[in-house]
């Protein structure tokens, strides 16, 4: 009888886990939300960057600013062309510059 009450209780268990496992969400249901979030992020990492060296910048992290600044622009570029592969990888792009940084 304990065994069958183990198992039923471990059986419930699982299942009331195992659809928070599966359940993914994708940003290519909504494309545009690529966009806000680069957008986000390359405002907060130009704020932070003058926090940290006003005018100063050093150049090498301007040339990855840059680099993903204009990867945002081409994001919102493809996005609005309805190019989904091409903004997937402007999205990559920015966000891996931005993380560089």
């Known amino acids: 009888m304990k065994k069958l009450a183990l198992f039923t209780i471990i059986l419930l268990i699982f299942g009331t886990i195992s659809p ?3 359940n993914h969400a994708y940003g290519q249901n909504d494309p545009g939300i690529l ?7 390359d405002n907060q ?9 006003g005018n100063e910048i050093p150049n090498n992290i301007k ?3 840059q680099k993903g600044h204009l990867a945002v622009e ?7 062309n309805n190019n989904i592969e ?14 560089q940084i």
């Open 20 to 22: 928070s496992l599966v």
């Open 35 to 41: 966009l806000r979030i680069a957008t986000h992020a």
């Open 45 to 53: 990492i130009v704020n932070q960057l003058n926090g940290v060296y």
């Open 63 to 65: 040339i990855l600013y």
């Open 74 to 80: 081409s994001l919102d570029e493809s996005l609005s």
């Open 86 to 99: 091409k903004a997937k990888q402007d999205f990559l792009l920015a966000m891996n510059s931005f993380m």
